[in-house]
């Protein structure tokens, strides 16, 4: 099955990873300058970089739908700068999965593919879509909804650690965003870790930066920039998350569940 993944941040790429793994071919859209600050493990990257690597699967920016064919047939995942989803109607997909998480619905449509799935907030199985997937961390993290929404958007950060809020790094003024600390590298309560038009950001807990935003990229004053994890283990900036692996099997789920009952494929 060709699965489309709207969305090519940490989320959607641990969703794809999963997908891949398990023998689907996956195309992958976007924004021209994508916003994930987990640039390390996500295939948006390819919009600055061209090509992005993660656990071994290689995902490249695709221009057209030729490009992105040839790449399928390479073995790899396509990117391609669409948000609005136009190739949609030019390959032959047997899916669709939202995972742009805007906390609510962009233009998604249950008559979009044979199976439609979502993730988070903003969508209701059985009317915008086949199947929602819980992304709040939890009990209840990387389930399949069948009826129903994801939980509301609460505007707090999950726990990680202990912390919430105080995880993440965000713009303290408008402009042109400059990190000062690296993915990956580790900073002490305090520290400067980015600058926005000379006003500096500073770390409000010691842990590993997980998550930073490239540079030049325009910021708006309050704006999600990057992410400290507490936890202080390296590796983790290079991987596929917890969270992210949990949301692509309730993915991988929903394709199989709902797939069976279309008849898809048999068992």
């Known amino acids: 099955m060709l699965v489309l993944i709207k969305g090519a941040g940490d ?33 948006c990257q390819c919009m600055y970089d061209g090509e992005a690597e993660v656990e071994g699967i290689t995902a490249r ?36 999965v939202d995972a742009i998480l805007a906390k609510k619905n962009l233009g ?6 044979p199976i439609v799935l979502a993730l988070g907030p903003g969508f209701t199985a059985g009317t915008d879509c086949h199947g929602v997937i819980e992304t709040k961390r939890g009990h209840d993290l990387g389930r399949l909804i069948l009826e129903g929404s994801a939980i509301p958007n609460t ?16 713009a303290p003024a ?20 980015a600058k926005v038009n000379g006003v500096p950001v500073t770390a409000q807990l010691t842990g590993v930066v997980r998550g930073m935003l490239p540079s030049g990229i325009p910021v708006t004053k ?30 991988l789920e929903g394709l199989l569940y709902f797939g069976r009952r279309k008849g898809l494929w048999n068992d």
């Open 222 to 251: 309050g704006m999600k920039s990057g992410d400290i994890d507490p936890r202080c283990e390296v590796r983790h900036c290079f991987t596929v998350s917890d969270k992210a692996r949990a949301i692509g099997g309730g993915v």
């Open 61 to 96: 920016q695709a221009a057209n739908v030729e490009q992105a064919q040839a790449i399928l047939a390479a073995g790899e995942i396509p990117v391609l700068e669409d948000p609005q989803a136009h190739i949609l109607k030019e390959l032959p997909f047997g899916a669709v």
């Open 11 to 43: 989320l959607a790429t641990g969703t794809a990873v999963r997908l891949y793994r398990a023998g689907f071919q996956i195309v992958m859209t976007d924004i021209a300058q994508p916003t994930a600050v987990r640039r390390t493990v996500a295939f």
């Open 174 to 193: 408008d402009g042109p965003f400059e990190p000062v600390a690296e993915i990956g590298q580790k900073v002490e309560l305090g520290d400067v870790v």
């Open 108 to 113: 998604t449509s249950i008559t979009d593919a």
């Open 155 to 170: 505007g707090v950060p999950g726990d990680v650690g202990g912390y919430t809020k105080e995880r993440i790094i965000r």
